[in-house]
Nanobody, 124 residues
Framework: QVHLVESGGGLVQAGGSLRLSCTAS????????MGWFRQAPGKEREGVAC????????YYAESVKGRFTVSRDNAKDTLYLQMTSLKPEDTAMYYC?????????????????GGRGTQVTVSS
């Protein structure tokens, strides 16, 4: 069973930075496309960023391009999201997700979520 543990969220002022991590278990990490999603109160969950198996291909939602950077360390089975120039509208619960590379590429259309998420709150 795939288990994903997100961490690194917190309360930050607008313009600040945070680095999220997602540690995976129960899967062969480098056989999966990985992505970050977020869900704000009252809104649908949306894809934020995605990275392919070897990290050579990335995808970003327009709202975060130039501010967020997704990366992965396959030796540590860990996915990262470096967030800079944070805005109040980035406030949300952030989740990581996986998708088998044999079926999906970025952006992930059918993500598998396996964690509880990490809360990011940006104050104005």
């Amino acid at each position: 069973q795939v288990h994903l543990v997100e961490s690194g969220g917190g309360l930050v002022q607008a313009g600040g930075s945070l680095r999220l991590s997602c540690t995976a278990s129960g899967l062969i990490f480098d056989e999966f496309v990985m992505g970050w999603f977020r869900q704000a109160p009252g809104k649908e969950r949306e894809g934020v960023a995605c990275i392919n198996r070897n990290g050579h291909i990335t995808y970003y939602a327009e709202s975060v391009k130039g501010r967020f950077t997704v990366s992965r360390d396959n030796a540590k089975d860990t996915l990262y999201l470096q967030m800079t120039s944070l805005k109040p509208e980035d406030t949300a619960m952030y989740y990581c997700a996986s998708a088998d590379y044999r079926e999906y590429t970025c952006p992930i259309s059918a993500p598998n979520f396996g964690g509880r998420g990490t809360q990011v709150t940006v104050s104005s």
